[in-house]
Structure formats: structure tokens, C-alpha cells
Nanobody, 125 residues
Framework: VQLQASGGGLAQTGGSLRLSCAASGRSLSGYMMGWFRQAPGQERSFVAGINRIGSKHYTSFVKDRFTIFRDNAKNTMYLQMNSLKREDTAVYYC????????????????????WGQGTLVTVSS
């Protein structure tokens, strides 16, 4: 599956952005899907994920502020980001994995074999 991430940009503290991850080639309903982010000088880290049956998981840093959801009809995954903080500034990547998993321990980046190109989110005060 090929992934195309979009929707990044500049937002103010407390603002909102919605990221999109459009899939092509295969239906993303059959994949583990996740959003990861990488800030300058840091490793890529898990943000939010959704498995094949729709169970969702979030890192504690974004829980209650970010929402991951998937529109199978549009073959697109989204990340709604509200109450943005400066520390949310990063390049955001979407990813898909051809495995099934339940639980917060599923989202090791090395398990995902398809990645979008990344979209930059910058949050300023």
C-alpha cells in the first residue's frame, strides 16, 4: 500500500489541525495504521494508532487532544489534533503494517512497512 500524508502547517498554541493519510494500491481497512512523529534531534515516536477492528491507542502526551479515525470509503486515515502545544511541533508520518495486534504495545515503528512521506506541523505561541 502507498501512503500520502498531508494537512500539516502552522498553527497557534491551542489551535487545531487535521492530518490526512490517503492510501492507494490496497484498502487500508486490512492494515494496522499509525501516526508517528519526529521532532528535530529526536527519534521517531508513536502518536496514535488504530487496528483492523478499530481499536485505538494514543501516547499519553496526546490523549484527550488528538483523535485518530479512518474512513474506509475514502481509503483515508486522519489525525484530528486539537489544543495544540508547542511540543507537538514535528514531522508527522503515517504508516501501515500488514499484521494484526491488540494493545498499546503494537506500535513499534519497526513493525510498519509502509510509510507516508511526512508532513510538517509547527505550533507557535
Amino acid at each position: 500500500v502507498q501512503l500520502q500524508a498531508s494537512g500539516g502547517g502552522l498553527a497557534q498554541t491551542g489551535g487545531s489541525l487535521r492530518l490526512s493519510c490517503a492510501a492507494s494500491g490496497r484498502s487500508l481497512s486490512g492494515y494496522m495504521m499509525g501516526w508517528f512523529r519526529q521532532a528535530p534531534g529526536q527519534e521517531r515516536s508513536f502518536v496514535a494508532g488504530i487496528n483492523r477492528i478499530g481499536s485505538k491507542h494514543y501516547t499519553s502526551f496526546v490523549k484527550d487532544r488528538f483523535t485518530i479515525f479512518r474512513d474506509n470509503a475514502k481509503n483515508t486515515m486522519y489525525l484530528q489534533m486539537n489544543s495544540l502545544k508547542r511540543e507537538d511541533t514535528a514531522v508527522y508520518y503515517c504508516a501501515a503494517g500488514g499484521f494484526d495486534c491488540i494493545g498499546s504495545g503494537c506500535y513499534d515503528p519497526t513493525r510498519f512497512d509502509s510509510w507516508g512521506q511526512g508532513t510538517l506541523v509547527t505550533v507557535s505561541s
